[in-house]
């Protein structure tokens, strides 16, 4: 990490000088390898109208990081990322094959892993006040480790981007044209689905279950005021994410509040910008 730590020396912050405040250090790169993330997802999350699917994903992680903490797991990620992947192929699964929409499976699902994961965390009289970190997230917690596994989702989302983005896209947009073309629509909603839990769970607890459902679609909104075409439309919504966590990472940093309300608070003014903008142009 010591490269990694000397290429942002440079920048005129008291933290970033050598020979210490590596918990801030992580946090930066951590906020560079997040925000193009949620970057990407957040166009196909809007595009397919998924805009509450993160919150359920991520109460579906909070039942496993509940279920591994009544097993006594010192790490309980793995646990709360098989329940994300379990619940976002259950989900697609029931999407597929009935007649519901998206919001009502989405509102089913949400309501059974919240209650699911509270039922578990309170058995035989258990405190849920041990979870209330993850609502609010700690991006100055990221270790190392963590930023490398963050690197490999990433470089992971990239992959699937270049090699199936025309798929999933026009799978979200319009199913049937993508049958007659061939495409398997369920597997790649599945793909889809999956993509966003990982994404959504391993970032849950650095930027918090309350407000980590902005990520996925503040970005996208606010870049779809001002975008002509998808170009567009990845490029803005990449970098309002990126910009807007670097600045909440800032702000928080000195004034001492939640790194992800102030991130989500950026967000929201690009989106009132950008909507403003478009009224005026038009």
């Known amino acids: 990490m010591n490269f990694f730590y000397s290429l942002i020396e440079w920048l005129p912050f008291s933290w970033a000088q050598p020979g210490g405040m590596y918990f801030m250090k ?5 906020i560079l390898i997040i925000a193009p993330l949620f970057g990407l997802l957040s166009n196909l999350v809007v595009t397919s109208r998924l805009s509450f699917f993160s919150d359920a994903l991520g109460h579906s992680a909070f039942t ?3 279920v591994g903490a009544v097993c006594g797991l ?3 990620l793995p646990v709360a990322v ?3 992947i379990a619940f976002a192929l259950l989900f697609t699964f029931v999407e597929h094959r009935s007649n519901f929409s998206s919001d ?3 509102g089913v699902f949400s309501a059974t892993a919240v209650a699911l994961g509270i039922f578990v965390s309170t058995l035989n009289g258990g405190n849920f006040s041990k979870f209330n970190a993850l609502l609010i997230g700690d991006i100055l917690s990221v270790t190392p480790d963590q930023l490398f596994l963050l690197a490999l989702v990433l470089l992971s989302i990239l992959l699937l981007w ?4 025309n798929q999933m896209m026009l799978s979200c947009v319009h199913p ?3 049958k007659s073309r061939g495409i398997h629509v369920f597997w790649q909603r599945a793909i889809f689905s999956v993509s966003i839990a990982v994404v959504v769970t391993i970032s849950m607890t650095w930027i918090g279950l309350m407000v980590i459902n902005s990520f996925l679609v503040l970005p996208a909104a606010a870049a779809r005021n001002i975008s002509h075409n998808m170009r567009q439309y990845h490029l803005f919504s990449l970098v309002f994410s990126i910009v807007a966590g670097l600045a909440g990472l800032f702000t928080s940093y000195y004034l001492g509040s939640s790194t992800g309300a102030a991130i989500t608070l ?3 003014l690009f989106f009132v910008v950008g909507f403003a903008f478009r009224r005026f142009r038009r």
């Open 82 to 84: 098989t329940c994300s």
């Open 64 to 66: 496993g990081i509940a």
């Open 104 to 106: 009502t499976i989405i």
């Open 26 to 30: 992580n946090a930066f790169w951590a």
């Open 266 to 268: 950026y967000l929201a």
């Open 74 to 76: 010192a790490d309980p």
């Open 176 to 178: 049937t044209l993508a």
């Open 162 to 165: 270049f090699f199936s983005f």
